[in-house]
């Protein structure tokens, strides 16, 4: 292709390349293969790509309109209470606050995405807004690293289109660089973070005081991610650049510095933490997701930016020792950075799913794809991708807060194959987000992604990227006001210009104080998407690529270290692994002593047994809890639209085997269900309300059992609590048989509750569903006149009139909707949904626990019936659940009581026994750093 020089795609950059050229080289590989795809799946139409580009405004509309209209000048919509959330008012949630610093984040966060998205009135409204109201001066403690890429990205992306348009001569004639102006005040009261001897930032910073002040509230931390610290130099070097004050940039390369000379010199691996003052690595797991992610991303895209070959040969150096530890394709497995042969985890978390989009623009497609397909195979099995996952695809933790990296990937893909498949990929994260994350007041992030509950949560990232990126993915490039290939995008997907690499580059020159040898072609290799190998003569070839992969999900057997594994496969035999122990097993306890021996191989094994055993006790701990529960509000006008996290209990109907109780709530009398109902007539037939408190929650579903109740919802009593901020449990019995309580009874916090409370307030008739997991809307629907939006998930039918809760009050009854209301008939979609639970066993499984602890010893136990495949010793798959069962048989033999759970208590001993070989691998661990 020609244009950036007429150098093609797939040709190494230059070395030493001019500056705007290697930009525009880099930025051009993203756009380089559209054309390229000529077969394979489907084409999409036009008018399709429009359709759904159309249904991604619509949807940023019912986002932004939803945050201005209810939420703003607070830095986040709750979408669940429609209101904002303001900081010190609502129980804080920890380190995910540190985002809100009382500067209208979801605002700023937003600005670009109006422009990208075509609404540049909106835009020059929202940039005013952002001029009259925003105050960086707020007595409040922040995240550096979420405030410079939210709020100073925000602004700088901002300003960034805001002088194109007014270039362009239309739009914003008035600005005169306030943005910019904004951008600099906060970047100069980020400053006083990195006043520390290595030059990493402090992780947290005073708005108002900084971080030394008394009131400063901060400025003890010793210990930051890698991320925070690695992750300033696009948005300080763009300050830098547009501002003419270099400081900002000589700051961010010498916190970059200072990592990169950190780095564990023989794998090339950084670890999660660091010492800000020592530079000792804290945490030295390493992986590509969480804590890590941003810096490798920003290395390359610094050298887009700026056109410095140091950032180059970093990214490189760490992409080669990425490749050859962590990538185990599909899989990106967090390994040690002294050890990078041993795996530090069994999972894999959501961050990660940006890493397909950097291989991109690395220009290495092929483990690219796989990764996507393998993350897209998640994704088809439980709507969205869990925050956390295990190497067999269970659920590891269950939250998803509508991150957008799945879709940044998806973008970039599409870009470099131009093969359809990644629109349709595309269509599906549209019509998963309107069936399952839109409420009636924005899109709420979800809490389980099992369960399909709510969380009351829309974080900016998501007005931020998510739009963007789908709304790229569909459009041509007359969609777009100007052209986008101009622009790199940071990692919270502002624009920043790449003419900013010719633009006062004198200052990068000055500050290089790192030093690197000179550069051979093969730093550069990949550079580009290298189209003539990635599609041989062979347009299917991406999806050959993929194919293999189809069934990754559901057919996997868990996979712990494949490449331990295959390097046995030769004849040796393969090491002990925690999942195969047997504490019956006489050859088992002989390779245990064998791991205990001198020989740093055995300890390495037996280190990694050690962990394994930990975590698989854990995970043991964690099957014997119950998953939590769903309660789904299905009357007008919530239709479905709001799920409930409810905790189960340990009595009463088992939602997870019998089908969902579904009726009228009513509040009992006494509220606290602690004696007999004085009005059985109002609960009778209808789910009644009980507060916690003052009795057994078995003692309350008693008496309102007797009173008639078909279902029982208790409501914590401790004002304010909420899932949110609180593990969830279940419900003990009292000690004695329960077997009388024959109705579902299950748990929501306080403010769970009072949405139901406050919703009979506002309608009086509320009906609900409790189940183990949300159900389909059209299914909940069934046989009613409801408006086709609601069913259809299809938000072009929807306005505001229809979905906002206040105008809803005056349209009560079901007669009252649209005329494009229609009837359902639900047989199949039952059907379908039945047999999609049976084919997934698993998404039901309660190994898929998490965050729900039991306030008293539960006496479930794991469930024989699931279908768990394991490798066994020689990697075949076998059946888990019977190994699990086998054994348990022979144990029972000799005694009744003793459980698959007990099974693995020798560890304890075993723990003992290793200590002193744990005591000299650390000291081992030691000496290498
Ligand atoms: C965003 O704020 C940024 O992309 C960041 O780098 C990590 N991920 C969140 C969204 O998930």
Known sequence: MSGAGGRGCGSPVPQRAPWSLVAATAAFCLVSATSVWTAGAEPMSREEKQKLGNQVLEMFDHAYGNYMEHAYPA??????????????QEPSRGDVDDALGKFSLTLIDSLDTLVVLNKTKEFEDAVRKVLRDVNLDNDVVVSVFETNIRVLGGLLGGHSLAIMLKEKGEYMQWYNDELLQMAKQLGYKLLPAFNTTSGLPYPRINLKFGIRKPEARTGTETDTCTACAGTLILEFAALSRFTGATIFEEYARKALDFLWEKRQRSSNLVGVTINIHTGDWVRKDSGVGAGIDSYYEYLLKAYVLLGDDSFLER??????????????????????????????????????????????????????????????????KHNFLPEAFTTDFRVHWAQHPLRPEFAESTYFLYKATGDPYYLEVGKTLIENLNKYAR????????????????????????????????????????????????????????????????????????????EYTELDDSNFDWTCPNTQILFPNDPLYAQSIREPLKNVVDKSCPRGII???????????????????????????????????????????????????????????????????????????????VVLTAGPAQFGLDLSKHKETRGFVASSKPYNGCSELTNPEAVMG?????????????????????????????????????????????????????????????????????????????????????????????????????????????????????????????????????????????????????????????????????????????????????????????????????????????????????????????????LADWNEDIEAFEMMEKDEL
């Open 75 to 88: 830095d986040e919509l709750m979408p669940l209470t429609c209101r904002g959330r303001v900081r010190g």
């Open 315 to 380: 990214f490189n150096t760490h992409y080669d020792a990425i490749m050859r530890y962590i990538s185990q394709p599909p899989l990106l497995l967090d390994v040690h950075i002294h050890k990078p042969m041993l795996n530090a985890r069994t999972w894999m978390d959501a961050l990660l799913a940006f890493f397909p989009g950097l291989q991109v623009l690395k220009g290495d497609i092929r483990p690219a794809i796989e990764t996507h397909e393998m993350l897209y195979q998640v994704i088809k």
């Open 439 to 514: 409420v009636p007041c924005g899109f709420a992030a979800m809490k389980d992604v099992r369960t399909g509950s709510h969380e009351d949560r829309m974080d900016s990232f998501f007005l931020a990227e998510m739009f963007k990126y789908l709304y790229l993915l569909f459009a041509d490039k007359e969609d777009i006001i100007f052209d986008i290939e101009d622009y790199i995008f940071t990692t919270e997907a502002h624009l920043l210009p790449l003419w900013l690499s010719t633009t006062n580059q004198s200052i990068s020159k000055k500050n290089i104080t790192s």
């Open 563 to 641: 490449r331990v594994e295959e390097s046995f496969r030769s004849g040796a035999k393969p090491p002990l692994r925690a999942r195969d122990f047997m504490a019956t097993n006489p050859e088992h306890l002989e390779i245990l002593k064998k791991m205990g021996a001198a020989s740093s191989i055995d300890a390495e094994d037996g280190l990694r047994f050690m962990q394994e055993m930990i975590e698989l006790s854990s995970q043991q701990q964690k099957e014997q809890q119950l998953p939590p529960r769903a309660v789904q509000i299905v009357s007008h006008p919530f239709f479905g639209r």
């Open 686 to 910: 209808k789910i009644a309300l009980i507060q916690r408190g003052q009795c057994m929650f078995a003692e309350k579903a008693r008496n309102i059992q007797n009173a008639g109740a078909i279902g029982g919802i208790v409501i914590d009593d401790n004002e304010g609590s909420s899932s949110d901020t609180a593990p969830l449990f279940q419900m003990a019995g009292d000690g004695k048989d329960t077997d009388d309580i024959k109705i579902p009874m299950l748990f929501l916090f306080s403010k769970e509750g009072s949405i139901i409370l406050d919703a009979i307030r506002e309608y009086e008739e509320v009906e609900v569903l409790l189940s183990d997991k949300a159900k389909d809307r059209a299914a909940i629907l069934k046989g009613k006149m409801i408006p086709s939006y609601i069913i259809n998930s299809n938000p072009e039918m929807e306005n505001e009139e229809q979905s906002s809760p206040e105008n809803d009050s005056q349209n009560q009854s079901d007669e009252q909707v649209s005329s494009s209301s229609q009837e359902v008939d639900l047989v199949d979609q039952e059907s379908s949904e039945e047999s999609s639970l049976n084919s997934h066993p698993e998404s039901l499984s309660p190994a898929d626990t998490d965050n729900v602890a039991s306030i008293s010893p539960s006496e479930q136990t794991s469930d024989p019936t699931e279908n768990h495949e394991t490798t066994n010793l020689n990697g075949e798959c076998t059946d888990l659940d019977n190994q699990l069962q086998e054994q348990s048989e022979t144990e029972e033999d000799s005694n009744p009581n003793v459980s698959w759970g007990k099974k693995v208590q020798p560890i304890d001993s075993i």
